[in-house]
């Protein structure tokens, strides 16, 4: 274990690094594994990766998604009923690793499933996997150190989740517990691409400045280029989700993975 964690590289930290070098805003891309197909991941994203996504958040298809829009819980449902589960998941990351090189891959998703996989168990297969970090959208700081203690010898990172509701307190336990960078939600409520990004998202960027150096993401909402820059001007990265994830929806299957290698040009400022 010990000699795993001395040769992992940190994927997250370089990703962000490279980032603050070229002077421009990072775009992380949210997709369910298992949507709209059961290995669509595998056809998508590479191509996301080629199209300018600087890291990849998979999601882990959940029952109970509380924390989703419509559009995400719609292929929570898909992937569920294409079969897809935590091992499946991590199994994803791990062929995903030879085709993507060094690009950051972060499991995100609830306790439940994670618990149910075992939390020791899971940590091992993250590390096995090459998971750089994890999102657990329902576990609060303050019930994440038994997850933490378990990630930590395999450099696996807890990634903090927070909303412009967290409390000074909050923010400052969940920096300190978590790593790799923090996201930050750009409104109180569900996911969902919306025509106008939120000031209180951007707000919350500089209140976790203020206690920590890790990057910072912001993500809920966005679903322009022009809000990628906006973030980008206090952030460190974009995050966007909904609006890949409909967009992969949104046709016949075969063609997936160009509409979203479209969408995340796009974003990025790029012609494909």
Known sequence: MTTQTAIRPDRIAAKFSSIKAEGRPGLVVFVTVGHPYKDAALDVVP?????GADAIELGIPFSDPIGEGPVIQASSYVALQNGVTARDCLNTVAALRPLVGD??????GYYNPVMSFGLREFAAACSEATVDGLIIVDLPSSEAETLVAELEPYGVRLIPLLAPTSTDESIERSVSLGGGFVYCTSVVGITGARSELSDRGLDLVDRVRE???LPVTVGFGISSREHVLAVGKRADAAVV?????RALSDGPDE??????????????GRTL
């Open 103 to 108: 690009t950051p891959l972060i499991l995100m």
């Open 211 to 213: 206690r920590t150096d």
């Open 255 to 268: 063609q997936a993975a160009e509409r979203g290698a479209s969408v995340v040009a796009q974003l990025a």
């Open 47 to 51: 191509r996301l990766v080629e199209a």
């Open 241 to 245: 989700g909904s609006l890949l994830v």
